[in-house]
């Protein structure tokens, strides 16, 4: 295992057990228009994606005729909902960043949320209680979605650390594509995707006690 000196953790399905409830954000908000959700069609074409270019996939695909910043204003107010509601910690979460402060490593997030659903996350979980100021997201790389991976480049940037300083924990094989992209290891947390989805990452482990493991091998 190499030696790293920064955690850089994707925020939903990794830090915040949320995908359940944005399946239901996407429910009703399709439901408005009477079109059909399917999450094992839909999910997959928007897991990494910013919120307004899954606006845009799903207007498109359903042939919304409503304008694409009304629709994307509608579902981000959905989201936000449920996120400020129903959102919790991921299991193991909280253990395992004890861990990355016990090995003194800096840590933080890079995800494609929206801001406007990271301060409703914020205001409910407190996620600076963990990662302080060092929450990045994809308005600050000019809206640029994984698996592009300027998001995890900022990160680095950010932190002070090279790309091979850092490793990533991600859910989604887009989120994987993009910290190998960045020059990063990787490791494919599965759940929100099976394991052979997560095929790019360097190691994929089923919880967050199976990466505990590996790094103190």
Partial sequence: ????????????????????????????????????????????LLIGRNLKEGTGILKEMFGLGADLEQLFLERRALFAGVTENFVGYMPGFKEFFQLIKAKNLKACIATSGDDNVIEAIEKSLKLSQYFGSNIFRSSQVGNKSKPDPAIFLYAAQQMGARPEDCFVIEDAPRGVEAAKRAGMFCFGLAGTFIREKLVGADIIVDSFAEIKENMLA
């Avoid at 939903?12 to 359940?20: F, L, N, P, Q, T």
């Avoid at 944005?22 to 228009?33: E, I, N, S």
């Fill in 1 to 44: 295992m190499p030696k790293f000196t920064t955690a850089i953790f994707d925020m939903d399905g990794v830090v915040i057990d949320s995908e359940a409830h944005y399946h239901k954000a996407d429910a009703a908000f399709l439901g408005k228009y009477g079109a059909p959700y399917d999450p094992k069609v839909i999910s997959p």
